[in-house]
């Protein structure tokens, strides 16, 4: 059975940090690219950073510079490094496995910049 754990969400204030983490089981985690995507209300589902299994990054305009996706294969995790964040980076954030022609959703985690 697959399962992507996600946790590491919560209330910052703007300009403060979050390192959401993804921990997979039931899959060999190294040969699977990851994602982290998010959706805020009212919108659609969007991409923020990925990670090949190769250690290849890419991210979307807006996080780029503040963002990064680093993954330990070691312990089957990957992770969100969110720094300098904006009230326009709230959302429910989730992670995904993908790349062996089957996609993993892990269940979302809510993140909040407030002041």
């Known amino acids: 059975q697959v399962q992507l754990v996600v946790s590491g969400g919560g209330l910052v204030q703007p300009g403060g940090s979050l390192r959401p983490s993804c921990a997979a089981s039931?899959?060999?985690?190294?040969?699977?690219?990851m994602g982290w995507y998010r959706q805020a209300p009212g919108k659609q589902r969007e991409l923020v950073a990925t990670?090949?299994?190769?250690?290849?990054?890419n991210h979307a305009d807006s996080v780029k510079g503040r963002f990064t996706i680093p993954r330990e294969n070691a312990k089957n995790t990957v992770y969100l490094q969110m720094n300098s964040l904006k009230p326009e980076d709230t959302a429910v954030y989730y992670c995904?496995?993908?790349?062996?022609?089957?996609?993993?959703w892990g269940q979302g985690t809510q993140v909040t910049v407030s002041s």
């Open positions: 995904k496995a993908f790349g062996l022609g089957t996609d993993y």
């Open positions: 039931g899959i060999t985690f190294s040969m699977y690219a």
């Open positions: 990670i090949t299994r190769g250690g290849s990054t």
